[in-house]
């Protein structure tokens, strides 16, 4: 019998509604800030932006990056127990998908990517993505897309406090709390979250845990200074995690031990933001980081009997890594000059990465990013908006080329638009593919000095409508054309054939091709979203294979609700089909050419959502999983990290879930509400 508990307390002082309201009834839409050229709503940027509301989140039940996504279309998350989940954009992943918190990146890459379990979303406005290469705008590491998560900020005259948990029956259990408030010249915002999941087995009984425990804490501490039309905000953020990977017992007539792994990762950032306008047209944004990553692995023999843990001697068990990021980020923008029809905005970007670590050749090694950018955006009429973009790089490793982009925006009228893009990206190796020596009894991975920066190009071709059909319904339908191909993507290749031994290289071209159709029916009540994706791909090692030239996959998806005005609660229901993949890879056990891939699988969640007290009190109850996914058949080949396999990990089987928070919010003057959306 699954037995789901829940303990909620807190309050939080709101007035979303109302604020949502005025921003409507002016007429200011949306407003988002990734990769834009000043303030701009979703529908007239000129970059194709997607953006995922906290309404969206709230509904869906999400308390995590990974449960969010992956219901979204040309996004595949990658499950892993032990290492967390990472994620794909169009089919590109790993260190080419930049996830970034308020346009500050995520540091900590393992196996080249981020755990996007360790992002949770309790503190979070919005997300906005944008698939393709985003170089010229942020770097490198952002060849393939990326992720922007928008953090609520202290308002002026504004002062809100906020708790909440969230249990689910697979044994997550999650409580956090959040307070701010805004004075004339200062607002201050904290909020902690503590994480807690004891792990799952098909076997409770079992000691050893096919998905680890882990336990996490999070804390942010915002302070805002208030200056004529700016803010100046510093943000201190905190986060710590403990995975455990308890193994098997070894019993004989003698004793009871285990071999027991824990993993610690610890996660420090401070961002010091100013943001200023000048006159009518200028604005200045500036943000300077320090971000330091440490993960600690131990491994222990634990005596079972006599409860007595020893840190095993074999210092190949044991490792160490810290990692430093030192960022900055200027932006100087002017909107509106020569008669509104001219916007543009020039910018530099500072990044320099250490990292420290005994599987880390020579102990350590840093490398340093230095980038100039300059953008237009220039409305050629009414219709026809073109906005050209470049960046200068100067790698202290790698010879960088000049980054261009070319984003075209024309509105046939006031339904229909379109957007067509070009974009050049860039990726220099990261430090680990650069200097790892990871030996051990399980790993022989090494890094290759000799390695040669990535490139890419992609290219994008979307079409918009949206109109009112009928009295309150507005359908919106939105076609795109998609095209990536990458130079040099860097891979691990076996040494030779006598030992296990792999090392970084540059072994494949990749190239994929793909269309969406998305269309939508909304309105106050209801909303009916499908979604269709297709792609096709191929790299080099495809091409050696002598077999078809691409391989093909499908996705689909169905997103409803419908809103009981009168109950003020909502019912939905969020469906993603993901189709069978196949691809080549190198099989490090032989050096062969290998078939792997997964089959399809499918994803369907349904919520209840229902406000109580004057909506002050918010309830979600609902099931995850509902067709109980728990693995697919796959062809899995070895690498340094894994064995062969057969199947691949999807999810923990049909879960349930229950999710409270109050919300209270309070506005202290009537001056207030026009801080909060001007």
């Known amino acids: 019998m699954v037995m789901v508990t829940m303990f909620m307390v807190g309050g939080v002082f709101s007035l979303n509604a109302q604020i949502q309201d005025t921003v409507k009834s002016r007429g200011l839409g949306e407003i988002i800030i990734t990769g834009q050229i000043g303030e701009c709503t979703q529908k007239n940027s000129v970059l194709k932006v997607k953006v995922i509301d ?37 089919g590109i ?235 900055s980020r200027g932006i100087l923008t002017n909107r509106g000059g020569v008669n509104k029809k001219l916007s543009y905005q020039i910018g530099y970007e500072i990044n320099i990465d250490e990292v420290t670590g005994s599987k880390i050749n020579n102990g350590n090694a840093s490398i340093g990013d230095y980038g100039l950018f300059a953008g237009a955006e220039i409305k050629v009429n009414k219709q026809l908006v073109v906005r050209p973009a470049a960046r200068i790089i100067y790698n202290t490793q790698f010879a960088a080329p000049i980054i261009p982009s070319l984003n075209i925006k024309y509105d046939f009228n006031t339904n229909w638009s379109a957007r067509a893009s070009y974009a050049r990206g860039f990726r220099a190796p990261s430090l680990k593919e650069l200097h790892l020596a990871f030996v051990d009894p399980q790993h022989n991975v090494l890094g290759n000095e000799n390695l040669k920066a990535e490139t890419g190009h992609n290219f994008q071709l979307a079409f918009t409508r949206s109109s009112k059909i009928y009295k309150n319904y507005n359908l919106t339908i939105e076609p795109m054309l998609f095209y990536n191909n990458i130079n040099n993507m860097i891979d691990l290749v076996r040494l030779n054939t006598i030992t296990v031994a792999a090392q970084y290289n540059n072994i494949a071209n990749f190239e994929n091709i793909g269309f969406n159709f998305n269309t939508g029916v909304f309105s106050n009540t209801v909303t009916l979203q499908l979604g269709y994706a297709f792609s096709a791909r191929q790299n080099s090692i495809l091409a050696q294979s002598n077999s078809n030239t691409y391989f093909y996959t499908n996705e689909f998806r169905v997103n409803s609700s419908y809103t009981f005005t009168k109950y003020e609660a909502t019912i939905s229901l969020f469906y993603k089909f993901n189709g069978a993949m196949q691809y080549y890879q190198y099989n490090l056990t032989d050096n062969s050419i290998v078939l792997g891939g997964m089959n399809q699988f499918d994803l369907l969640d349904i919520t209840v959502n229902k406000y109580f007290i004057k909506r002050k009190l918010n309830v979600t109850l609902g099931s995850k999983n509902l067709l109980n996914t728990v693995n697919v058949n796959a062809n899995l080949i070895s690498g340094p990290h894994a064995s062969n396999s057969n199947s691949a990990l999807i999810a923990m089987g049909r879960t349930y879930f229950v999710s409270l928070k109050i919300n209270l919010d309070f506005l202290t003057s009537n001056k207030g509400q026009d801080s909060l959306v001007n």
């Open 54 to 90: 906290i309404k969206r989140i709230n509904l869906q039940g999400a308390y995590n990056l990974p449960s969010l996504l992956a219901n979204e279309l040309n996004v595949r998350i990658n499950y892993d127990p032990m290492m967390g989940n990472s994620i794909s954009l169009q």
């Open 93 to 327: 992943s790993g260190q080419n998908i930049k996830v970034m918190i308020d346009g500050v990146p995520v540091i900590g890459r393992e196996g080249g990517n981020i755990d996007l379990t360790q992002i949770n979303l309790s503190s979070v406005e919005r997300i906005e993505m944008v698939e393709g290469p985003m170089g010229v705008n942020y770097g490198s590491d952002a060849m393939g897309g990326v992720i922007n998560i928008i953090t609520k900020k202290a308002v002026k005259n504004h002062t809100r406090l906020s708790a909440g948990s969230y249990a689910e029956s697979i044994g997550q259990y999650n409580f956090d709390i959040q307070a701010s408030t805004g004075f004339k010249k200062f607002g201050i915002q904290t909020n902690f979250q503590r994480n807690f999941f004891e792990g799952f087995n098909n076997d409770n009984a079992l000691r050893f845990k096919t998905w680890k425990p882990r336990t996490q804490y999070l804390a942010d501490l915002n302070l805002s200074y208030f200056i004529k039309n700016g803010t100046i905000r510093l943000n201190n953020s905190f986060f710590d995690e403990k995975v455990s990977n308890k193994g098997e017992p070894n019993i004989n007539s003698f004793e009871a031990t285990a071999l027991d792994e824990y993993y610690y990762t610890r996660r420090l950032g401070s961002s010091l933001f100013f943001d200023k306008k000048f006159g009518k047209n200028w604005n200045l944004n500036v943000v300077a980081t320090y971000q330091s990553y440490r993960r600690i692995r131990r491994s222990i023999t634990n005596d079972l009997f006599n409860r007595i843990e020893k840190l095993v001697e074999d210092a190949e068990m044991q490792d160490t890594n810290y990692f430093n990021l030192y960022m």
